[in-house]
Structures are given as structure tokens and as C-alpha cells.
């Protein structure tokens, strides 16, 4: 397996690719680095049979040693990987006896202006986007008209006021007073002709 895609944006390499991690079968993982392209994040996968072999990272001098005293890690799971964080140089070899003498050891060299390029993402087409909701205008309040001060209330009449009468009344009481004084004369008319039929 040369590489493959991950579920983030960096590539999986194999380590060794079908051969895998190991000294057996003389495999040259110098030459196998060197055909490939690395960035940063990609992931290193390392499989072996963690009976006979382990993964240890080391620093460039004691990769040139094949010493594996004061690693940077020790790997021996048999399925192990390693995820590149930054450029730079990644020194990894067995530390089984006679393992990296015999050539299972590989330096792995990642660009140090190889940032992984983020994924764009698509913006949304204009004719997708969704219409503003319209805001709703409040309703008109409905709260009850003020109740009247006491100042709008009109005051009771003055006592004055009681004196006056409407016109209709007035001409009633003057009907009334001028019937009484016509029946008043009509009483002294009779009195004075009777007191005339006397005389003669």
C-alpha cells in the first residue's frame, strides 16, 4: 500500500509499504522515503509482528548509531502510528539486536513549508440563501382609555342656579296667574251687579 487517504486532510503512508516493518527480505526504506511526497499531517503507519520488532524514535545522531538509548518514543504495539505535527526530519529504528544494522531503520523528511492546505468550503450560491424573515409590527394596544379626573367632572350647579326657571314654566305660572286674576275680576263683576239689581 503506497498511501492512502485518511479521514482528515493528510495522507497515510505504509511504512515499507507491503513488506511492512521489518529486516527480513533486505528491504531499502531509504529508497522507499525518497519516492515519496510528505506534508504536514500526514500519518506514518508502521506494522510488524511486535515479537521481533518495535519502533523507536530517535535523535539524528543515534539514528546514525543505530543506539537506542533515550528515545523519543518507544512503539510496540505492532500497529502504531505516527502523525506528523511539523517539517523536520523523523528518525525511527528497531532496537532488537542487530535490527537497524541490518537496515530496518528509515529517516523520514517532511518539507518544513508543507502546511496542510485546508479543504475550502463551498459558499452558498446567492439563490440559496434563505429570505430574511419579516419582522411582525407590534399589534395596536388595546389598553382602556383613562378613566376622567376629578378635574373633568363638572361641578354641580350654583345654589344660584336653582332660581332659574325655563321659559316653558314661566309662561305656564303666567297663564296660571292670569286665569286666577280673570276669575277674580269675574267674581267682583257678579258682586257689583247684584248689589246694583238691590238698589233698584
Known sequence: MMA??????????????????????HVDYKTWAATKNFHVGDTFFFQYNN????VVRVTH?????????????????????????RGGHFYFICSFPGHCEAGQRVDIRV??????????????????????????????????????????????PHNGASYHVPSCKLWLMSMVILAFCAYRFRLLGMFCFSDQLRIF
Open 4 to 25: 492512502v487517504c485518511g479521514l482528515s486532510e493528510g495522507a497515510v503512508f505504509k511504512v515499507g509499504d507491503s513488506a511492512g516493518w521489518t529486516h527480513i527480505g
Open 51 to 54: 515479537q521481533f520488532h518495535n
Open 61 to 85: 545522531k543515534n539514528f546514525n548509531a543505530c543506539n537506542a538509548t533515550a528515545p523519543y518514543a518507544t512503539l510496540t504495539s505492532g500497529n502504531d502510528s505516527f502523525t506528523v505535527k
Open 111 to 156: 518539507p518544513r513549508n508543507s502546511p496542510l492546505t485546508p479543504i475550502p468550503v463551498p459558499s452558498p450560491s446567492p439563490n440559496l440563501l434563505p429570505s430574511p424573515t419579516p419582522s411582525l409590527s407590534p399589534s395596536p394596544s388595546l389598553s382602556p382609555s383613562p378613566s376622567p379626573s376629578a378635574s373633568d367632572v363638572p361641578a354641580p
